[in-house]
T-cell receptor, first 115, second 108 residues
Framework: EAQVTQNPRYLITVTGKKLTVTCSQN?????MSWYRQDPGLGLRQIYY???????DKGDVPEGYKVSRKEKRNFPLILESPSPNQTSLYFCASSLVGTSGTYEQYFGPGTRLTVT | TQLLEQSPQFLSIQEGENLTVYCNSS?????LQWYRQEPGEGPVLLVTVVTGGEVKKLKRLTFQFGDARKDSSLHITAAQPGDTGLYLCAVRDDKIIFGKGTRLHILP
């Protein structure tokens, strides 16, 4: 089954304790992306990757790191989490359509709480 | 300034009614996408529109891309409770940008 998986689905942690949220896709997509979703602010792109070893900042990259060592995996790293990073996080991977469109498939989400 | 403005923010209607939601911008885009998100899940792509004036139908859902490729509408005919969810439009402007969505609730 074609899918994007994220782990963990739920995480409660404390300020300053490094964490990694994993993302994996089995569709051989080149483009992968991380978003956070907050009430009143909608979905905002954190980082994206056009291909292996190529990553770029989205709209809200501060406090996050990513890596793309393999095509299928795109982990999101919070080196020193803070309470303002409490949010619902989504990973997505994309097929590039014939018109250059990005048809994204989203993971199930990771709900992160930083106390 | 929000690149994509979606309206209305919230809409609650009775089953069987028709409705239209909008996604507007002052910028021109080469394509626009609509997603639906249900509680506790990730967004799911419904449609991509690429040509000005294009109309696409997905069962009871009709999507239209404005002639100037600055706006789009989603019309639902005879709404059903299963249509309940958050409807998001998205464009690619270097990065991928989403509107804040229209939260739709269909009352049985």
């Amino acid at each position: 089954e074609a899918q994007v998986t994220q782990n963990p689905r739920y995480l409660i942690t404390v300020t300053g304790k490094k964490l990694t949220v994993t993302c994996s896709q089995n569709m051989n997509h080149e483009y992968m992306s991380w978003y956070r979703q907050d009430p009143g602010l909608g979905l905002r792109q954190i980082y994206y990757s056009m291909n292996v070893e190529v990553t770029d900042k989205g709209d809200v990259p501060e406090g996050y790191k990513v890596s793309r060592k393999e095509k299928r995996n795109f982990p999101l790293i919070l080196e020193s989490p803070s309470p303002n990073q409490t949010s619902l996080y989504f990973c997505a991977s994309s097929l590039v359509g014939t018109s250059g469109t990005y048809e994204q498939y989203f993971g199930p989400g990771t709900r992160l709480t930083v106390t | 300034t929000q690149l994509l403005e979606q309206s209305p923010q919230f809409l609650s209607i009775q089953e069987g009614e028709n409705l239209t939601v909008y996604c507007n911008s002052s910028s021109v885009f080469s394509s626009l996408q609509w997603y639906r998100q249900e509680p506790g899940e990730g967004p799911v792509l419904l449609v991509t529109v690429v040509t000005g004036g294009e109309v696409k139908k997905l069962k009871r859902l009709t999507f239209q891309f404005g002639d100037a490729r600055k706006d789009s509408s989603l019309h639902i005919t005879a709404a059903q409770p299963g249509d309940t969810g958050l409807y998001l439009c998205a464009v690619r402007d270097d990065k991928i940008i989403f509107g804040k969505g229209t939260r739709l609730h269909i009352l049985p």
